[in-house]
């Protein structure tokens, strides 16, 4: 049997959503139309809790509150941006939000430079237009025509990099609720249900800015890199349980203190500042995204080529090299951060000593 890398939300959480769609019924919960889970459901599914005794695991660290305003916001007739910047969750919300109100987080428009309108709004299949004629048929529609039709959630991932005439044409759909199509003298209507999800990335920011017309239709949720050590550290233990799992490793007994000295340093570098010890910052980001794949990185690596499964010091460093010097005067400053923080610390003196083999 085949076996997919990552499956959708959807299915990855159909028991919960099944437990959570009981709860709704049983305690009358109410719901938008089309809505598969009420709102409050919604903000359980994702933020985790228990239902009827059985658990509902957290999928979004971070603040419940900017998760409840960010379903309150799709009850209303209002888009949804989550903005902020890169790794911090956004198209994980995103996607997340799409499967519990819709069952489907797929139907997605990848915002790139070269887009065009007709990748946002509908295209034509032309060998039908050239043999049949232009009709309703020859339609071909893009995810946010058919979650106009099917009264479900779209998503727009990296909205800014859209070109701005692009972007614009959001603007009918989110505030008339349709897509005019002329070469047919006929409109689409939106059904109650549909709704935007965008991200966009702030440091993007510049590359194509949300006109005012347009942004007047979003309602902004910002995502911030985590607050706290302590959830950081949750939330790459989360995600590197989960990608054991589906390579079927072991999760090494020394994941969650490795997982805490990457989060650390990732933290001190980001901040700069370690104690007392003010710090030059790198340009990199180190986000959580960065700190899973450094420590899934070195899982990897001592599962299929070292001679024991436990996380080894030269597997970090590897990972944390390549994040952290993108620049040529990223390595300085690391350099630095070894001499001044890492190797006045008696229990970072392994990862001091395979980084400076590197570095
Ligand atoms: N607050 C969080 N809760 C749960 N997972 C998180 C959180 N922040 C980051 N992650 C994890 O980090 C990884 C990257 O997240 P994601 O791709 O959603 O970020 P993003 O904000 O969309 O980034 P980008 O701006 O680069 O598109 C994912 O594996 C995601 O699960
Ligand atoms: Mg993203």
Known sequence: MKEQIKPLAE???????????????????????????????VVRFICG??????????KYFGA???????????????????????????????ELLAAGISGNSQLIVQGTAGISEEKVLYEWDYAHRLSKGTDINALVKTPIFRAMEDGAIARVEELTRIPSDVQDALITILSEKMMPIPELNEVVMANRGFNIIATANDKDKGVNDLSKALSRRFNTVRLELPTDAETETQIVRSNIDKLCRGQSLPVPTNTDAEIRRVVKIFRELREGQ??????????????????????????????????????????IANGLEGVVVKEAEDRQVFRNYLDRVLKTRAADRDLEAALRAIV
């Open 11 to 41: 299915q990855r959480f159909e028991d919960e959503i099944r437990l959570l769609q009981a709860w709704d019924e049983a305690n009358q919960h109410p719901k938008p139309p089309r809505w598969q889970l009420s709102p409050k459901a």
């Open 49 to 58: 809790g228990e239902v009827n005794g059985q658990p509902i695991q957290c």
């Open 274 to 315: 370690a104690g007392t010890e003010k710090l030059e910052k790198p340009s990199a980001t180190m986000s959580p995204a960065e700190a899973i794949s450094v420590v899934s990185q070195a899982i990897n690596m001592a599962a299929y080529l070292g001679d024991n499964p436990q996380i080894d010091a030269s597997h």
């Open 64 to 94: 419940d509150r900017q998760v409840e305003v960010a379903v309150a916001t799709l009850t209303t007739d209002r888009a949804l941006l989550l903005y902020g910047p890169p790794g911090t969750g956004k198209s994980t919300l995103s």
